[in-house]
């Protein structure tokens, strides 16, 4: 493999071992949600027996590249037999919790709902990890040997009131993350047998706030091999948000939206109207259904734009130097089968680094803008909805 080794620990963080023979490794870094992670080895190497479902890796010596492993398959391949390793990144771990609302004697005022008052992003995601993974009030609820990173001295990422409930922890946190402009991750301290929960802020690189710091990937800078582009409109520029009662008495507000989910000062009338409706459930002040209806309406009906594209390993701009995930570059494409070129300042929201044994420095394919929506996304969105 490509400049790196993988290190093997157990569920309880103690060294197990190294692999060395690994044919490929694949970790999918993502801003807002999980990632993926997988290995492929020969089935015949002694060293695979260590890569049990539960245990945790970590690509060299890198903190923010460990994963759980969740599942392992073997298969024929070349007259032999084939051990291919799947996982998470730790921040994975986060998807076995839910958002359980406080009962009415831990918050009487709560209503079913854990709620926060408008607070910064950063403060949103560190609320919900610490009350259903850190400290939660169930101590079986508890991930070992999780903590939250100390907290920086100004609390990062846009303002907002947020509420959950009966909700997976990941969903709500790529939530909060896609409002307020966040990400995060879970790093493995594997010295002091820890794992470190940050948020995660990109630098914008495109010039734009006066910045003399410009990120350019096209194909002028040669930096910029096979590409993907999708776009699609969203789910409605229209929204009847439905709060609380029922038939006639029903609380519903108008809430009108540009093609990215934000909020629209003027209507929308005529065939560019489209409409659609949207329950917030037994909320009843207008300023909570404007707010959850606005929240919903981002994070699952916003025109998707997102661009696919592998990057040439010796461009001008170096990857983890120059650039990283999170951080907001410039794209810039002819696309002839559009008739366009297509200009982007866009959030890098996933970095894939593939490695293989051919002595080659990674492989890295990014993700600018959205990323297309998965079926379990598309699936809970829908859900959400109901």
């Not at 100390?150 to 303002?159: E, F, T, V």
């Not at 520029?237 to 540009?258: F, H």
Request: net charge neutral.
């Amino acid at each position: 493999m490509a400049k790196t080794d993988l290190w093997v620990y157990s569920g309880e963080l103690e060294p197990l071992g190294l692999i060395c023979s690994a044919q490929s490794v694949i970790f999918r870094r993502s801003f807002c949600d999980v990632g993926e992670f997988q290995l492929t080895m020969s089935a015949q190497r002694s060293e695979g027996a260590a890569l049990q479902r539960g245990r945790i890796v970590r690509v060299g010596g890198r903190a923010e590249l460990g994963a759980v492993i969740t599942g392992r398959k073997l298969s024929a391949a070349r007259g032999g037999m084939e051990l291919t390793v799947t996982g998470v990144p730790l921040k994975g771990l986060l998807s076995r919790r839910a958002v359980v609302p406080p009962t009415a004697s831990e918050d009487p005022a709560a209503y079913g709902w854990d709620r926060i008052a408008q607070a910064p992003g950063e403060t949103l995601l560190r609320h919900y990890v610490t009350r259903h993974a850190v400290s939660p009030s169930d101590s079986a609820r508890r991930i070992p040997f999780l903590e939250l990173e100390k907290a920086p001295s100004a609390l990062r990422g846009a303002s907002a009131p947020w509420q959950a409930r009966w909700t997976a922890l990941t969903e709500e946190l790529r939530d909060i993350c896609q409002w307020t402009g966040l990400g995060y991750n879970v790093d493995l301290d594997a010295k002091n047998r820890k794992l470190i929960f940050r948020t995660l802020q990109g630098r914008d690189l495109t010039g734009r706030d006066g910045g003399l710091t410009r990120v350019t990937f096209s194909p002028e800078f040669h930096n910029v091999t096979s590409v993907s582009y999708e776009e699609e409109d969203g789910a409605g520029n229209t929204v009847y948000a439905l709060g609380a009662g029922e038939d006639e008495a029903q609380a519903v507000r108008v809430l009108y939206t540009t093609g990215e989910g934000e909020k629209s000062q003027t209507g929308h009338s005529g065939g560019s109207r489209s409409e659609r409706t949207l329950s917030v459930g037994n909320l009843s002040l207008p300023d909570e259904i404007d707010t959850e209806g606005y929240h919903r309406i981002k994070s699952s009906a916003r025109r998707l734009r997102s661009l696919t594209a592998s990057l040439h390993p010796n461009g001008p701009f170096a990857y983890r130097k120059d650039w990283d995930l999170g951080d907001v570059v410039t794209v810039r494409l002819f696309l002839p089968a559009l008739g366009e070129t297509v200009v982007m300042h866009a959030p890098i929201t996933q970095v894939t680094e593939v490695y293989e044994r051919d002595g080659m420095s990674p492989r890295i394919e990014v993700v600018f803008g959205d990323g297309p929506v998965s079926l379990a996304q598309a699936i809970d969105n829908r859900v959400r909805r109901i």
